[in-house]
């Protein structure tokens, strides 16, 4: 097993090595927050994806795509939306040599962009509930320290999902379903998450509530990697997204919307990887096996043949497979491929030619075994499946060793001085309570948990800045 | 076959409906020359992409994502591509409520953000030949009058591949191989084009040599669908992109672009189209078969439960397939999948479930035929080779009548006033004449024959405009 104590003590740093060296992201593009998306991060990326489109469209979702800037106009319709980010957008404000008439908004996120169409669209009751997508850059002018794939001001790879529904309870289906959606992406990526439920300060700007994702990084903080928002008829009044009624009558839609951005990548390679780099799921590797030769001086030609007949067989069995042939040291090749969290490797050398053996080493425990050459796609993908659960597994263990009971703020507070993630403390309901516990803990509330049930303070609990009887379970973390 | 009047004599007013009722995209978004993207025109769209993919990965260039923002301080390093560009870009100037200390441009093309990235990446002759690509949006404001897909100021989806070489004979070799790549692709969407090599005065800003490649459309106008530029080392000596050579010197690498836009998408369904709407090459058809069950009274259920095994069986071939089950009247789905251009219709009645058949009716032709339930697949795939050869044949006659050799401008403007596409002049060479020929012939020149080769004047032609001794055959058009 792969030690992980940089990944945990020195998280920050660690992050910042593997997404350079493996070849995920070039950080020097001469602009704060934006980043180079680099050939082989983008292929991770693009197979995270490939997951939700196939998620869309299992659930009805249609992909459209959207302009990237808004007018001011558009923009500035939903009260407390504006409020909630004209703080940090892009303005356009010239075009060519002269100013523009009306100044344009680089979106930062699409509700201002698509809701004047959805009025346009929606016409009746047949038309729900309508359901859209689309993944797409936008931009957000952050103050807070930048740091690729986490806090960026250009997220390159945002999805959101839009939709539109006859009544409160449809949009509550809705909701449910992209639980559903999330947890299935989960599996995939072998993330373990809670979600919660925002408090209302914290709410997406003209949500009617919020619910999040987090799953918690190796120094203890959390990440939001999804949310939901159920918008009620927030958006539709002030779009003017009205529907015909089987009645005849006219009512606004319900709005739900759903989110998820690159933070998916940023937790995988956070979450599974160790002091040798990433370790990535076989279900999103771009490549899942490699191959590399260990010729002895005279057994070249017959090693390599050996080993393009098992690249020849791996690829026909749907691996994705590469055979190492680089004019590097086996050792180099290793390194090289740990770090970039192949998840099986393939050695190769003259006693296996002889033997007709292969040796399979697993990316996440580093271990290795001997198999028959006859047996190697059986147990190619036999690893595949080990490797994606013990990874659910750790990351599962990882996220109930993070999150702790506590009665007072001051045994939260020295839960956070150990970086052990995320309390959970009895909260009477108000506002200024919450409040006052961030501020004492110098932590973020996430919420209470999600579904409600969940939720429930144990009786006699009190809350523990006010002293009153708790309503609620709330959460704390330090967040990115 | 079906009648091409109105495609022909009121192409606009025809292109603009189709794009409208086909559900390509929504020009009704609030921001002039930006569109939004339909579910079925993304889908074609993304269709064509597959492809170009395809052939990137074939021919080694590997997939990068730069951002959309670049700062004013290197988008103005190459002096002939801001000359070029400043005039028309975006500019973004405030972020929140304060000014940017650098202003940034939204990209209308990347060279100028890549290669200050290029300059850190490529440092030996073993890098070389380094090869990218991406497609992503990118921002022109156009002051002309704007069109969707063919004229935007978003255009959404740009391809741009860039390549670095050691010299200029591998650039060279690059822009053979993007040739091929070009024919490759323009065979899976059944168009004929040409390719042209540009004068000096209409070269991309900052090339050493554009080619560009036309079709030409219905009204007889030219599109641009492709362009293919060598650099040089113009912006190699620029941005600073030197690489080690194998002798330990230094040289500055040459550098070629290679774009291709939505603008594919405005050819295929322009040049493919005809009075009912769009014709799509079975290649990039999002749905390849549409099946209609027509059923009388009492034989539904029958009806039906055999349309849905035809359903069955062409997918599980492969085949793109939609069962429509709307409840709407056969011709009205008719109506709306010859408008949307689907390639095959399976047309199934009473008397095919008796009979053991089904009716096939090809798009392009409107064409029937009977064929016996067995002989369904391989006939359907008959169909769609015919339909891709019918189209290709229909098109390359479509560009080669449109295509007219004369010794005149008077001969040239009347092949204008008769919207008959490109003339090809006898041309001396010089600027001025060239220049002079635009103006009398209020049309563009598009440049010479590529390869050179075929580029040369006829022994004793002459210059129209100066009477000397003609070096080159100049196409001229009236473009889009």
Redesign the interface.
């Known amino acids: 097993m792969v030690e992980r104590k940089r990944w945990s003590e020195e998280f920050s740093e660690w992050f910042n090595e593997v997404i350079e060296e493996a070849g995920i992201l070039?950080k020097?593009?001469?602009?704060k927050g934006?980043?180079?998306?680099?050939?082989y991060g983008?292929?991770i990326m693009r197979n995270i994806e490939k997951f939700i489109h196939e998620e869309m469209e299992r659930t009805g979702h249609?992909?459209?795509?959207?302009?990237?800037?808004?007018?001011e106009?558009?923009f500035k319709k939903e009260a407390e939306h504006i409020a909630g980010f004209?703080?940090?957008?892009?303005?356009?404000?010239?075009?060519?040599?002269e100013p523009l008439d009306v100044r344009?908004v680089?979106r930062p996120t699409s509700e201002t962009?698509m809701y004047?169409?959805f009025a346009?669209?929606i016409r009746s009751h047949a038309d729900l509930p309508f359901k859209?997508y689309q993944i797409v850059?936008v931009?957000r002018?952050e103050?807070k320290h930048t740091r690729p794939l986490i806090r960026v001001r250009?997220i390159?790879r945002f999805f959101e999902a839009h939709t539109a529904h006859a009544d409160f309870e449809d949009a509550e289906r809705q909701i449910k379903e992209d639980l559903e959606i999330f947890d299935n992406l989960m599996r995939k990526l072998a993330l373990a998450y809670i979600i919660s439920k925002r408090p209302e300060w914290d709410k997406f700007p003209g949500a009617f509530y919020s619910l999040g994702a987090e799953v918690v990084m190796p120094d203890g903080r959390t990440l939001q990697i999804g949310t939901m928002h159920n918008y009620k008829q927030n958006f539709s009044k002030a779009y003017n997204i009205l529907y015909e009624k089987e009645d005849g009558t006219h009512d606004y839609v319900h709005q739900t919307t759903f989110g998820m951005s690159e933070r998916l990548l940023a937790a995988v390679i956070a979450i599974h990887g160790d002091d040798r780099g990433m370790v990535l799921p076989p279900t999103i590797a771009p490549i899942q096996v490699v191959i590399v030769p260990i010729p002895k001086k005279g057994s070249e030609e017959e090693v390599y043949s050996y080993a393009k007949g098992i690249e020849e067989e791996l690829r026909d069995a749907g691996i994705r497979v590469y055979l190492d042939l680089r004019d590097k040291r086996p050792g180099w090749k290793f390194y090289d491929w740990e770090l970039k969290g192949v998840p099986v490797r393939v050695e190769v050398g003259p006693i296996d030619v002889q033997n007709s053996t292969v040796v399979l080493a697993r990316r996440d425990k580093l271990e290795k075994i001997t198999v028959k050459r006859e047996e190697l796609v059986d147990k190619v993908r036999e690893l595949f499946e080990d490797i994606m659960e013990f990874l659910y597994e750790r990351a599962n263990e990882w996220l109930e060793s993070h999150i702790k009971r506590v009665d007072t703020l001051e045994e939260a507070k020295a839960v956070f001085e150990d970086r052990r993630g995320i309390v959970e403390i009895p909260w009477c309901g108000e506002e200024s309570c919450g409040l006052k516990m961030e501020e004492e803990l110098e932590a973020k509330m996430l919420g209470i948990p999600y579904p409600e049930e969940k939720a429930k303070a144990p009786e006699g609990s009190k809350c523990p800045v006010c002293g009153r009887e708790a309503k609620f379970i709330a959460r704390f973390a330090r967040t990115y």
């Open positions: 070039d020097r593009y001469p602009v934006m980043n180079v998306w680099l050939p983008l292929k249609q992909e459209v795509l959207f302009p990237a800037l808004i007018p106009t558009e004209e703080g940090e957008v892009f303005w356009v404000t010239h075009a060519g040599h344009l680089l962009a004047s169409m346009l669209w859209v850059n931009y002018y103050t250009e390159s």
